[in-house]
């Protein structure tokens, strides 16, 4: 309770400016739904503080588990799960691992004395195979431009191997459920998916199976634009589809252009 009227004193400041920073209204619905989560967490982990000051947090958003860590004075280690949006507000994290350099400087401009690393880089794997992988996703209703590609990489002697997404669209598959050459696999982690297949491209929209596919070998293709909404430019981790449908389809036919292809975005990385 001590907590949750620390932050209400707070909260209270704010609204009373005449130019706050936030929409009153929005301020007001943001308390409502979760000033007692941050209340209870900061409580929790002061707590702990007292016992174990020197525990390690580790978190994998910036959620509010780890602005109540931050707040409490634990040293948080920020390991990124998904892309970043641009509406995140960073608690005082002391180290982050980030997904791509892109992202990480984004961060350490915005919180002070970050110790930066990235996650796993590319690394020699068992050569990839003549496999066109796609990964669905739960946003994405519009099954033609996968029937397109899907069909062009038919067309080329590819092995077409879906995973689709558990919560996502049936639909996406509709036109190429059946066809030959066409596996559908839904076993296992997507790193051993990856592993099985060795797969030369990889497709997806906003997901960060993008980066998983480049980093086991394959060239990445997005079937999604880029949002303002998100920090990192689809175009910086994939090929886009079908704006480079030409440089796909050399790459298709060309071992060595795609080898480029996938050192250059790699590298950009």
């Not at 209204?25 to 409580?43: F, G, K, N, Q, V």
């Not at 996502?168 to 059946?178: K, N």
């Not at 990889?202 to 960060?208: A, C, G, I, Q």
């Amino acid at each position: 309770m001590s907590q949750w009227i620390r932050f209400m004193r707070e909260a209270l400041s704010i609204l009373s400016e005449t130019d706050p920073d936030f929409a009153k209204m929005d301020l007001l619905s943001t308390l409502t739904m979760r000033i007692h989560e941050l209340a209870y967490l900061l409580a929790l982990f002061e707590s702990l503080y007292e016992i174990h000051p020197e525990t390690r947090v580790y978190c994998s958003t910036a959620d509010i588990p780890a602005h109540a860590a931050c707040l409490a004075g634990f040293r948080v280690e920020y390991w990124q799960h998904g892309f970043l949006a641009r509406t995140l507000v960073f608690p005082r994290f002391s180290a982050m691992v980030a997904l791509t350099a892109y992202e990480g400087r984004y961060v350490a401009d915005r919180v002070p004395g970050l110790a930066l690393a990235l996650g796993a880089p590319c690394t020699e794997r068992a050569p990839v195979t003549e496999t066109f992988a796609f990964a669905g996703d739960y946003q994405a209703p519009d099954p033609v431009p996968v029937t397109t590609i899907a069909n062009l990489a038919l067309a080329r002697g590819f092995l077409v191997v879906v995973r689709p997404h558990p919560n996502g669209f049936d639909e996406l598959w509709s036109e190429i459920r059946g066809q030959e050459g066409v596996v559908f696999d839904t076993e296992g982690r997507f790193e051993d998916f990856l592993e099985k297949w060795r797969p030369a491209f990889l497709v997806s929209w906003f997901s960060t199976t993008l980066l998983d596919g480049l980093r086991a070998g394959a060239v990445p293709i997005a079937l999604a634009r880029s949002t303002d909404r998100l920090v990192l430019p689809i175009e910086e981790i994939a090929l886009s589809w079908p704006e480079d449908a030409p440089q796909i389809e050399t790459c298709m036919r060309d071992a060595s252009e795609r080898h480029k292809v996938h050192n250059r975005i790699n590298n950009a990385l």
